[in-house]
């Protein structure tokens, strides 16, 4: 990829002018990136649309403060090490600063050689999430639902509403949103938890072979039918049974399906005998199945049976805020499979994961979190192990950098200049806001007109 690490970027957050110019200069002699941000609001903008090394910010700005502006930033991209600065009477603020995710905090003036220090190891010990998971314990086998977004948790709370009744349930969205895992959350925090959770895939079997699959056939019902064998309704009694993929079932099946949800019964291929049917049914599918029904292409009474309650899994653009909590999630979990010995995310990655628009949803990041894992050579998971598309995506939507000023003496000029342009050229009002003499400025000036 294009992306220069050997040059850290860091993000300065500071409401003094003055002091923001002076320590980017200070960081562009290290030969560090920068860039500014006057409060809290616009650092949380700034995490948002570009990756940083670390954050060195104030604790108090008036427009956000810089506890709330962390809290912010820890939900966007808990990767970036952020610094706190304090006045030593708000020691008290910067410990509880670090209490909420803060990696260390300096007091003012600060100190330039521990402030070098601190932000270089701050940069070589990124941050970890804390376990995202909002459903506690797995609730069947490894099955977590991840997520701390508003949507995740009301699609969270219908779940548990849901999830004790009997009620038919059609579980709705993009391909890769995780349906399957919502169904196997309803069935886990059911009454029926300790009866089967049975699966169905109907998009993945013809029609003939999808019968069979689902009711069972007699024994020489067709070639090949050597022995009885029970279907999978039979297999789910006084349990669960999810079909997914439901809008790809042809208007023959979809007729036989509904009988057994009127019904309760149902007969094998090739059989006379009614089987009772004792199972609750839960359905998937990828497409919309209101439009399906006005094309045709779906039976309306099936439809209606399906649809007693709805439950649609956002796509992962929707919640992107959820996206540190994933990959960390994944991250430890293929660590694991794998046998690596990972520490975290860098937080360039992290910037990336965020921003990319994941058309494949939350099946696209799995893949690409546990292809980095394979592939990474050091303790962090950075952008080289991602997929290519991913990283072509990301070299083509890189943030414009802004030029800084190198020097010292450059930043004070600049800011000078700029404070006289601010004031429509008013030397007086100028040297106010400097908090310098009038006298002082206008030496300043005829110091750069010599120089020019």
Known sequence: MSHNKTQPRILVVDDEQVHRYMLSSLFNEWGWKTTEADDGVTAVRAVEEGPFDAILMDVRMTTMDGMEALRKINAINPAIPVVIMTAYSSVDSAVAAIKQGAHDYLTKPLDFDRLRETLEIAMGHRQQAQDPSISGEPFGEDDRIIGASECMRSLWDMILHVAPTEATVLITGESGTGKELVASALHYKSHRAQGPFVKVNCAALAENLLESE????EKGAFT???????????QAQGGTLFLDEIGETSPAMQAKLLRVLQEHELQRVGGQE?????VRILAASNRNLEEEVARGNFREDLYYRLNVVVLDVPALRQRTGDIPLLAEFFLKKFAKKNNRQV????????????????????????????????????????????????QRWADNHAPEETAKPATLKEAEKALILKTLEETGGNRSEAARRLQITRKTLLNKLKSYTKTT
């Open 274 to 278: 009614t089987l009772a049917v004792d």
């Open 214 to 217: 689902l009711f069972g056939h």
């Open 224 to 234: 090949g039918a050597d022995k009885r064998r029970e279907g999978r309704f039979i």
């Open 343 to 390: 520490v975290g995310i860098t937080p360039e990655c992290m910037d990336i994961l965020g921003r990319y628009p994941w058309p494949g949803n939350v099946r696209e990041l799995e893949n690409a979190i546990e292809r980095g894992v394979i592939l990474m050579r050091g303790e962090y998971l950075d952008t080289n192990g991602l997929p290519m598309t991913i």
